[in-house]
Each structure stands twice: as structure tokens, then as C-alpha cells.
């Protein structure tokens, strides 16, 4: 062993242990990884940052476009929900369903996206059928894994095995290579955990009714909002006037929130002294949707949503009118511009341990917190100084657009239910526009008309270009965090084979397993990389192991093709850990699921999928 094999080893046991213990995020360790194989020298810098230009990272990034574009126009939403109507009354068919739509989309677009699309849907329909989330959220998670390895996009460890393939001067998998054993293995777990759903998958009544999936008219009841809204009149000596909204800071010293200026349609104004005096006209007032800029004028009507005693307060430092709220005013909470929703807090969120405050909520997301509610807790919780916690549930108001940009912020926020859609987005009008180019995607990469590269940044460019995703949104739907990841892991790759790892990894495999016999060999392969899928990433699992898998192939005679997609299969196997895979972290709130409860399922799961694999592979790609 040279020296620079036992620096390779240490960053990469390093990189292990972070990737475990969550000390660091994984796209900061994945960079990490990178500066210490610069630093070391063991790669020199053109080596080190190769993987940020590699093809995979690219295709990756392209497809989490196309996959947003298909989120934000409500393809995903339209196909979940109606081939969820076929279920009827059956809880049997109901499990089928569910497993195998999430399966179809995660074949085609992001396994996450699709969960967080599906999930309040299933909790809305649980609640319908009187039968807890905990036993329909665990078939959902894995039929989007099991979807995922459907395709050749479907997940980008399949992604990575292929282009190990053609770097090595084979033939990339094709589309539906993966489509058969794939197929087979979604099929048997269907059937595995429809028949054993009675006594394997747990029966937790929900922590929180969070995920209600009411309409955002019926939130505002639910939330006693009519009671809480009042009207604040400006008066000439307030030194509100001259001042914005910003400024004036009512949410953070007060607890009060401005949802709606209603000014006078004509008005002459001209200094005097430190104030702004204004001459008004007898006319009807027009109705300002106020942001963080917008200027007070004397005489203007703040309607306000607030606790009556913050109210009080707030008219009594400020000079400021108290009158009581109008009809109308609830216009002022949901309309076609503005609207409210239940936003909950999943276990990574980075608000987790902070308040409202010092998150700056307001200014980043253009929205208004109205309350937290939170699991358990009856009290009324401060916006100012409550430390958010995993399973809080914010209750927004503001604009469609910025409620919508939160689905995009799904390591943050899980928006429950679509309460955007309900009034009616104006990106829904592209969806069959957005079909269309999903549609010549697939055609693209089935008939392998074009590199996937190639084939998946056009989609993803058309479905900029033709509106069904602006540009600021394309941004937001990539998971940065996962694409750091793969670019910063794939120079792990490098290192490996450049200080020899590679080839003492497979000597090591081929003296232990090579005389055990073909289908010996691919299960201790499909168990050790099952193993660390179960904690570290799966595509973090690929690129380091998938290497390997193909040395030992050639060492010991076979063709590639079986051990590497047996690595990328594997891979997928995430359902041992909650946090093996963002899907089964998503669920875990809302089905209340406990450590214990992924063990029960998914041990048996992964158990079926390794002979399943090992049986079929040597069928399908003969391995001499």
C-alpha cells in the first residue's frame, strides 16, 4: 500500500463517516472531497473538478427541469389524482394503485417531486377511508424507488452506471434496459407488501391533522382568521407616515400583519415637515396588495390580521385608528392573487432550530406567517420567538406565485395539499403543451436518436422557451444538493483507479467471491452495495462501487453489463433507513414512523429484490 493510497482511503473514510453521521451536509462533504484530493495532490485540478462537467452531471441536472416543468404545469398532480380514482372502495386495490402510479411517474421524472406531489393526495384519501397515512405513505415512498428503476432515467445511479459503460468503450444502456427486471421486481413488491400490508406495514394514527388538504377558503375558518382581522386607520399625527412596510415592522415587533392598504383613488400630496400630508378626495379607495416597499400614507386603512391585545398595542404606540374588519375584508386573504396555505416542516429543513425572525421568513419568501401550529401543542405559538421544529406547520398568506415557489423548496417546505391549483395556475394551461415535450423526450431516448445528454437538455430547454417553466423556476426545481453531490464524488472515481484502490478492491473480491460461482458472486455484490445505500446516497453508492463491480466483471471473465446494472439496481434498494433516500425522510412525519417500522419492511424487501436480480440478470444479460 503506497502513501497515496492510504490518503485516499482516509478522505474517503472521512466522506463516509460525515455522509453518516449528517455532521456536514452531503453536497459540502462531496465538495470537501474534492479540495482535499487538490490539496493532497492525488488528482490535479483539471482531474478534481472533471466531474463538473461531466455528461451525467449535466443530464441529471437537465431532467430535474423536465421533471419541474411537468410538476409546475399539474401533469403530475392530473395523472396521480385520476389513476388514484380507479381504487374505488377497495383498501387491496387502493395499496396497488398507489405503488403502481408513484412507480410510473418516478420512471419518468423525480422520485422526490413525485412523492411530494402524491402524499397529501394519499393523506387526504386515508383520512376519507378512515385508515391511517402510516399504511399507504411506506407503499408510496417504495413504489417510487421501485419506479426508479424502471428507466434509464429514473434514477441517477442508472444514469452513472451507463456512462461507465460507454467510457469503457461499451454500448450504454439503452431506455428500457432496465424496464424487464425492473418491472418484475415493482410487480413483486406490490404483491409483497399488498398481501403482508395486515401485519408488516404499522398502524400509527397520525401526530398532527395538518395534512387536512382543505381548500384554502375553509383554512381560513379552520384558523378563526374572521375573528382575527381588523382595520387600522393612519392618522396624521402616526409616525407610520412616509415610512414602509418594512419599516414600520408591525409582524416583528407587534405580531401584526398587513394584508391589504386600502388608499384613496386620487390624492395630493406635498411635505410638511418631517410628515407627508395628503388631501383626500371623496372617492372609492383602491386596494393595495402591500410588499416590504410599499410607502404608508396618512388616512390610509391597513386591514390587519392579529391577536385583538397585539391589535390594541399596536394602535396605542402608533397612532393608529382601531375599526372593526368588514365583510369584504376576507378578499383580502383569498382571491385569484393571494391566497393561504398550510406549509409543514420536514426533518432537514434548514429552519428547524430557528425562529421566524431570525430566518428572515418574510423578506426571502415574500410571504406572511399567520400562525404555527404545532403537533400536540394547543398554545398559541409567538411568531417571534418560537424555535421551529420538525412536523410545525406554518399557516401562509400571500401570493399564489410565492406559495407556489415553495414546492420548489422541498429540502424546506412541504406544501400540503395544492392549494395553488385550486385557483388555477397559470401554468396549467401549458400542460398539454408540457406532455407533448415530455412525450418527444421519450420518443428521443427510446429510439436513441440522439446522446441522452443531447436528448434531455433540449427537453429541458423547450420547456423553457415555450413558457411551461420560466428560468427562475428551472433554477429552483434542481436539486443542487444532489447534483454538488455527483460532481463532487465522481473524482472519488479517479483517485480510486489512478492510485490503484480500484484494482486492490477487485483483486480483494475476486480472491473472496471469484470462486464461489455466478450467482454467489452477485449477491455478496448486491448486499454490499444494499448495505451502504442504506447510508450514504444511492448515487454516491454507485460511483464508488460501480467501479469496482466492472473490474471484477472483466477479472474474472464476465461481461459488464449484469454486474453494473446489478450495482445501480441495488442501489435503489433504500428502504431499510428512513434516511436512506429523501422519499422515505418525506413520509416520515406524516405516517408518524419510527426507525423500526423501515427494518420491518424493508429488510424482506431488499431480501426479495437480491434473488429476484440475481436470478433474472444472468437471463437477460448473459455473463460469458
Known amino acids: 500500500m503506497t502513501i497515496e493510497m492510504w490518503i485516499t482511503i482516509f478522505i474517503l473514510s472521512g466522506a463516509i463517516l460525515l455522509f453518516v453521521t449528517e455532521w456536514l451536509q452531503v453536497d459540502l ?3 470537501g472531497v474534492v479540495i482535499s484530493l487538490m490539496l493532497t495532490r492525488i488528482l490535479t485540478p483539471e482531474e478534481a473538478l472533471a466531474g463538473f462537467s461531466s455528461p451525467i452531471v449535466i443530464t441529471v441536472a437537465a431532467l430535474f427541469i423536465v421533471g419541474g416543468a411537468v410538476m409546475e404545469t399539474g401533469l403530475a398532480d392530473t395523472i396521480s389524482q385520476k389513476i388514484i380514482k380507479f381504487a374505488g372502495k377497495s383498501s387491496f386495490k387502493l395499496l396497488i394503485l398507489i405503488m403502481g402510479t408513484v412507480a410510473l411517474l418516478s420512471g419518468l421524472i423525480s422520485d422526490t417531486g413525485t412523492v411530494a406531489v402524491m402524499a397529501p393526495a394519499i393523506i387526504s384519501i386515508s383520512r376519507k377511508r378512515n385508515i391511517n397515512p402510516s399504511k399507504l405513505l411506506i407503499p408510496l415512498s417504495f413504489g417510487a424507488l ?21 467510457e469503457n468503450g461499451y454500448s450504454p444502456f439503452q431506455f428500457f434496459d432496465f424496464t424487464p427486471i425492473g418491472l418484475t421486481l415493482l410487480i413483486s413488491g406490490i404483491l409483497f407488501l399488498a398481501s403482508t400490508s395486515r401485519w408488516l406495514l404499522p398502524d400509527h394514527k397520525s401526530k398532527t391533522e395538518l395534512q387536512r388538504v382543505d381548500s384554502p377558503e375553509e383554512l381560513v ?35 401584526v400583519t398587513v394584508l391589504e392598504i386600502l388608499r384613496s383613488r386620487e390624492a395630493r400630496s406635498r411635505p410638511r415637515g418631517p410628515e407627508i400630508l395628503l388631501d383626500l378626495l371623496e372617492d372609492e379607495p383602491i386596494s393595495i396588495k402591500p410588499s416590504p416597499e410599499t410607502l404608508i400614507y396618512a388616512n390610509d386603512i391597513l386591514v390587519c390580521q392579529g391577536k385583538i391585545n397585539d391589535i390594541s398595542h399596536a394602535a396605542a404606540s402608533l397612532q393608529l385608528g382601531v375599526q372593526p374588519a368588514e365583510a369584504e ?11 393561504v396555505a398550510e406549509i409543514l416542516l420536514p426533518p432537514r429543513s434548514r429552519l428547524i432550530g430557528q425562529t421566524l425572525v431570525s430566518t428572515h421568513f418574510g423578506r426571502l419568501y415574500q410571504l406572511s406567517v399567520l400562525g404555527i401550529n404545532r403537533p400536540g401543542t394547543k398554545r398559541n405559538l409567538s411568531l417571534k420567538e418560537t424555535e421551529l421544529q420538525f412536523g410545525d406547520i406554518l399557516f401562509v398568506q400571500g401570493a ?63 420547456m423553457v422557451i415555450s413558457g411551461c417553466l420560466n428560468m427562475k423556476d428551472a433554477y429552483n426545481s434542481v436539486d443542487w444538493k444532489s447534483i454538488i453531490l455527483i460532481a463532487g464524488m465522481l473524482p472519488m472515481t479517479t483517485a480510486l483507479q489512478k ?28 448486499l454490499i452495495t444494499s448495505l451502504f445505500t442504506q447510508v450514504i446516497s444511492n448515487t454516491a453508492t454507485t460511483v464508488l462501487i460501480a467501479p469496482i463491480a466492472f473490474s471484477l466483471a472483466i477479472r474474472l471473465g464476465y461481461q459488464p453489463q449484469a454486474f453494473l ?16 433516500s429523501p422519499v422515505n425522510t418525506l413520509v416520515m412525519g406524516s405516517g408518524n414512523y419510527r426507525f423500526s417500522d423501515y427494518l420491518k419492511v424493508g429488510i424482506p424487501l431488499i431480501i426479495i429484490s437480491m434473488f429476484i436480480t440475481i436470478f433474472l440478470l444472468p437471463l437477460l444479460w448473459p455473463m460469458h
Open 221 to 255: 375558518q379552520v384558523y378563526k382568521l374572521p375573528q382575527d382581522l381588523y382595520r387600522l386607520r393612519v392618522r396624521i399625527q402616526s409616525q407610520l407616515i412616509g415610512k414602509t412596510i418594512q419599516q414600520i415592522g408591525l409582524r416583528a415587533t407587534y405580531e
Open 329 to 339: 375584508d376576507q378578499k383580502a386573504l383569498v382571491n385569484n392573487e393571494v391566497g
Open 146 to 166: 421501485l419506479g426508479g428503476a424502471m428507466t434509464l432515467i429514473g434514477t441517477p445511479p442508472n444514469i452513472v452506471v451507463s456512462d461507465l459503460l460507454l
Open 400 to 462: 399564489w406565485k410565492n406559495i407556489h415557489a415553495l414546492t420548489n423548496q422541498r429540502r424546506d417546505f412541504v406544501v400540503v395539499g395544492q392549494p395553488e391549483a385550486l385557483k388555477g395556475s397559470p401554468l396549467r394551461s401549458k400542460m398539454i403543451l408540457s406532455s407533448l415535450i415530455l412525450a418527444g423526450m421519450l420518443i428521443l431516448l427510446v429510439t436513441n436518436l440522439l446522446p441522452l445528454a443531447t436528448t434531455a437538455l433540449l427537453a429541458a430547454f423547450l
Open 499 to 526: 492510485t490503484g484502490l480500484v484494482q486492490v478492491g477487485t483483486d480483494w473480491m475476486a480472491s473472496t467471491l471469484g470462486g464461489l460461482g455466478d450467482l454467489p458472486t452477485l449477491a455478496a455484490l448486491f
Open 565 to 580: 446494472m446489478l450495482v445501480a439496481i441495488a442501489a435503489s434498494t433504500a428502504y431499510a433507513s428512513p434516511v436512506a
Open 29 to 31: 462533504v462531496a465538495l
